[in-house]
């Protein structure tokens, strides 16, 4: 199947695009375009026009920062993998963008991107809110900041208002020592996952978070989690609150994601060695 007609829009700046976005409310944003290209080619997705921001410098720039790094919306997975950007945490991006799908949608696909998308599954939402990122948005009514958690209002939901733009996100710096624990499901590599979670343990700062996504909904966060990582079982009440006790078989293995995760907090290994 092939894509329904659209209009094609290359904006000078992320004003013009957010003029552009909220002068037609059909129209879409398009960067890396791994997640929406598909949904075009199925016909699930009829945007009146794309709007590309891919090459938008405003979207390309990286701030390195004296409490964290400040990341545009178009900086590629590949390029938190393969370390051509700084990372505030003590490795655990490129980590986490290894295992990001294959290397052909790394090479494309984009953090902003990522986070519009709003894939309950996906590594970077339920990743950066674990280390407290926070969401930069620009629009007809100025620029704004919201946590990660505040903005991703559930499976594929955002709270990206009418004609803004993700301009980037900010992820607070670790300290040396920090420990971090990641482990997703999937069928095979390259699948979403049925289940994930991470988890940041971060003493010196006093900041123990942990994280759960792929639930088919909002993730479960649980901001202040060093009793849970003493005691994994504390979580699930959160997460039969979360509907999935009504399925034991997907309770029980975000229950083993969980504690494997929690297990897992120390020293990022190698990248040769990283999980896919």
């Given at each position: 199947?092939?894509?329904?007609?659209?209009?094609?829009?290359?904006?000078?700046?992320?004003?013009?695009?957010?003029?552009?976005?909220a002068?037609?409310?059909?129209?879409?944003?398009?960067?890396?375009?791994?997640?929406?290209?598909?949904?075009?080619?199925?016909?699930?997705?009829?945007?009146?026009?794309l709007?590309?921001?891919?090459?938008?410098?405003?979207?390309?720039?990286?701030e390195?920062?004296?409490?964290?790094v400040?990341?545009?919306?178009?900086?590629?997975?590949?390029?938190?993998?393969?370390g051509v950007?700084?990372?505030?945490?003590?490795?655990?991006?490129?980590?986490?963008?290894?295992?990001?799908?294959?290397?052909?949608?790394?090479?494309?696909?984009?953090v902003?991107?990522s986070?519009?998308?709003?894939?309950?599954?996906?590594?970077?939402p339920?990743?950066?809110?674990?280390?407290?990122?926070?969401?930069?948005?620009?629009?007809?009514?100025?620029?704004?900041?919201?946590?990660?958690?505040?903005?991703?209002?559930?499976?594929f939901?955002?709270?990206?208002e009418?004609?803004?733009?993700?301009?980037?996100?900010?992820?607070?710096?670790?300290?040396?020592?920090?420990?971090?624990?990641?482990?997703?499901?999937?069928?095979?590599v390259?699948?979403?996952a049925?289940?994930?979670?991470?988890?940041?343990?971060?003493?010196?700062?006093?900041?123990?978070?942990?994280v759960?996504?792929?639930?088919?909904?909002?993730?479960?966060?649980?901001?202040?989690?060093?009793?849970?990582?003493?005691?994994?079982s504390?979580?699930?009440?959160?997460?039969?609150?979360?509907?999935?006790?009504?399925?034991?078989?997907?309770?029980?293995?975000?229950?083993?994601?969980?504690?494997?995760?929690?297990?897992?907090?120390?020293?990022?290994?190698?990248?040769?060695?990283?999980?896919?």
């Open positions: 199947m092939k894509a329904a007609r659209f209009d094609y829009l290359r904006p000078a700046t992320v004003a013009e695009a957010a003029a552009a976005l002068g037609d409310p059909a129209a879409k944003p398009v960067a890396g375009g791994q997640s929406l290209g598909p949904m075009l080619n199925l016909r699930l997705a009829r945007p009146s026009t709007v590309d921001v891919a090459k938008l410098p405003e979207l390309r720039r990286v390195e920062r004296a409490d964290g400040f990341y545009g919306a178009a900086i590629t997975h590949a390029e938190f993998e393969d950007v700084p990372d505030p945490t003590p490795g655990f991006l490129a980590w986490i963008a290894h295992g990001i799908a294959y290397r052909a949608v790394r090479n494309r696909g984009t902003g991107g986070l519009v998308h709003a894939d309950p599954a996906a590594d970077w339920t990743t950066l809110t674990a280390l407290g990122a926070r969401v930069v948005l620009a629009g007809p009514s100025g620029a704004r900041e919201l946590a990660l958690e505040d903005f991703v209002l559930g499976a939901s955002t709270a990206l009418e004609g803004e733009v993700v301009t980037g996100v900010f992820i607070p710096r670790c300290s040396a020592g920090a420990r971090f624990g990641y482990r997703k499901s999937c069928r095979k390259g699948e979403f049925e289940a994930m979670c991470a988890v940041l343990s971060d003493e010196v700062r006093g900041v123990h978070r942990l759960v996504g792929a639930t088919e909904g909002r993730h479960i966060v649980v901001a202040e989690a060093r009793d849970a990582l003493a005691d994994p504390l979580l699930d009440d959160r997460l039969a609150q979360a509907g999935l006790a009504a399925d034991p078989p997907t309770f029980r293995l975000h229950r083993k994601v969980i504690r494997e995760a929690i297990a897992q907090l120390a020293a990022v290994p190698e990248t040769e060695s990283l999980p896919a």
